[in-house]
DNA sequence: AATGTGACCCTCT
DNA sequence: GAGAGGGCCACAT
């Protein structure tokens, strides 16, 4: 596979366990702000999907909506939905993810504003993830 | 080399 | 406020 897909496993791989983060986020933190899309056709050739460490936690990675990939998923939306709370990710009525407490920063996990930025993407560090 | 596809997001009407 | 359309990315054929 590419360099790209590589850079978003790395990047799926840092949300930590009980945030969550959006196709679009993760699309701006590798460098493709209108790649979200090629951020889950990536995802889909995920070699290691997985909660433990070391795999790739595409479960913890919905829409910017806080709504999950329907049709498609290692188990359906509800599977995912039951992987998310048993990390502790919090729903709402709708099913949908609190984003607004959830959702993961980028960098640090312990930030409880999770606004994103109007500015700029901040620059992720994936070469020392990929062991460049 | 060109065309088609895809787990999306933003903007306009 | 809701719906429709466009767009750009990388990968496969």
Redesign the pocket.
Known sequence: ?????NRVFAVVRRIPRGKVA???QVGRLIG?P????????A??A?PE?GTEPGCVP?HR?V??DGRM?T???FGGPDEQRKMLVAEGVGFDEEGRVLMDAFQWDGRSDGAGTESEPSGPPPDFDWKAELGE
């Open positions: 596979m590419g360099d790209f897909a959006t196709y679009g493709a209108r790649g979200a899309r090629y951020v889950g056709y995802l889909h995920n999907p595409c990675v829409f910017k990939a049709g498609f998923a």
